[in-house]
């Protein structure tokens, strides 16, 4: 049997639960995971080595409607993994059924080469007769392509996600060794590892005014140590102390739940130093936003 290998973009709207696919398709954590919609910012990619087969897969920010630069940039984003993508998974919420966001997405993908398969997630929220619409409304958006009732977070149905992606890609040698499962940097995962407990911690719109830069990242592997320091950027002064907390406690659950994340996925210890600073317009300065990766 010819070896497979390829691109899958995972698709959707905010909140469907890509991200947490994504970490149960590759089998370890690497894209960040909150209640909040729109959470996942930059596209990440996750790599899932095989015997006969290596997926790429591409999680992707959510497809909303966009007014703001970053959100318009993070829209972008998803919009391009398409161009790369020669499996696409949409995904769709059970708990929500399918919304107008659900039907403009499947338009876009309807006369694309790229195979989709569409994957009715969540399905341990909703009784099994309930997915029945659901699944006959998506055959009607996107006829032919095979659909898959799942949960990323119980894991019923992943692996059949899975097979059904692998026996869609086509032969081809692997792109990456196969020790990798991902291609982002040490600092961009201590970056979002920081920024999922921002989203976590505090409430309503403050997580979506927040930024974390990675200001130094030094190793001591004589002691086994990963020596870290990140800045919080938050938009507006009001926001600053509340990310910080009374007595500095909100920061500090901050950065002891994302140390304790950091290392559990880098294998060393972690001594993690945050810093809050305030300013004004991060999220609408294109500079910044390459910084960030957007």
């Known amino acids: 049997m010819a070896h497979r290998a390829g691109y899958v973009a995972i698709l959707g ?19 960040i995971v909150t ?11 996750g790599i899932r080595t095989l015997p006969d087969a290596q ?11 966009a007014r703001s630069l970053i959100n318009r940039r993070m829209v972008e984003t998803a919009r391009q993994a398409l161009a790369e993508a020669d499996v696409v998974l949409v995904l769709v919420d059970a708990a929500a059924a399918v919304t107008p966001g659900d039907r403009a997405l499947a338009g876009t993908l309807a006369p694309l080469a790229a195979t989709s398969i569409v994957v009715v997630n969540k399905a341990d929220r909703v009784s099994r007769p309930a997915l029945l ?10 006829p032919g392509r095979e659909i898959i ?3 990323a977070l119980t894991g019923d149905n992943v692996e059949t996600v899975l097979g059904r992606v692998v026996a869609a890609l086509p032969a081809g040698e692997p792109f990456y060794q196969a020790e990798e499962y991902t291609t982002a940097t040490e600092r961009f995962l201590v970056q979002e590892l920081v920024r999922e407990q921002l989203f976590r911690q ?12 990675v ?5 001591k592997p ?19 102390p509340i990310v910080i907390g009374a007595g500095g406690q909100r920061l500090r659950e901050i950065g002891r739940r994302a140390r304790l994340e950091m290392e559990a996925l880098f294998g060393r210890r972690v001594f993690l130093e945050l810093f809050v600073k305030v300013e004004p317009g991060w999220s609408k300065n294109p500079r910044r936003l390459a910084e960030l990766g957007l």
Not at 55 to 65: A, K, S, Y
Not at 133 to 142: D, K, Q, T, V
Not at 202 to 213: S, W
Not at 227 to 240: E, G, N, W
């Open 215 to 219: 200001e130094e990242f030094t190793e």
């Open 149 to 151: 009732p799942a949960s």
């Open 13 to 31: 709207r905010p909140n469907v639960g890509k991200s947490t696919l994504l970490n149960a398709l590759v089998g370890t954590k690497v894209s």
């Open 35 to 45: 209640p909040k919609p729109q959470t996942t910012r930059n596209r990440i990619l």
């Open 202 to 213: 505090t409430d309503e719109e403050v997580p979506y005014g927040t930024a974390v830069l």
């Open 133 to 142: 619409p659901i699944m006959a409304a998506m055959g009607e958006l996107l």
């Open 55 to 65: 997926v790429v897969f591409l999680d992707t920010p959510g497809i909303h409607e």
């Open 222 to 240: 004589e002691r086994n140590v990963l020596v870290l320091r990140a800045t919080i950027l938050v938009d507006r002064p009001s926001q600053k």
